[in-house]
């Protein structure tokens, strides 16, 4: 949420409130802004001062809540190299070049009038 936002200000009652900065300023408005402009970022940066020993704590924090919660990796045992098993054939070829059992064959599907495209 802006500062404007808050209290709602629109154009009008900015123009307003200038003026009336004017009247009671005159000459010296540019210097009493840039003089608040000036406090204004002071203030930002010693409130930013106080805040980053905050901030590196709290990321601080989640880095060992994540390597709390990420479980070591397992090792895997050592074993014996075993043999692979030769591969099986996934197709099945009628000629008999492989052992591959055929396809199961399906029954038919029942009618149903529904499937068919309506008679032009």
Partial sequence: MTFLALFDLGFTELLVVGFVALLVFGGELPDVLRNAGRAYAKIRRSLGEVAKPVRDEIRQLHREMDTEARPAPKAK?????????PPT??????DGSNDAAPPPSRPPAPFDPF??????
Wanted: charged content about 25%.
């Fill in 77 to 85: 045992p050592k074993t014996a190299s075993t043999p692979t098993p």
């Fill in 89 to 94: 054939p996934t197709r099945y070829e009628p």
């Fill in 115 to 120: 499937d068919e495209p309506p008679p032009v």
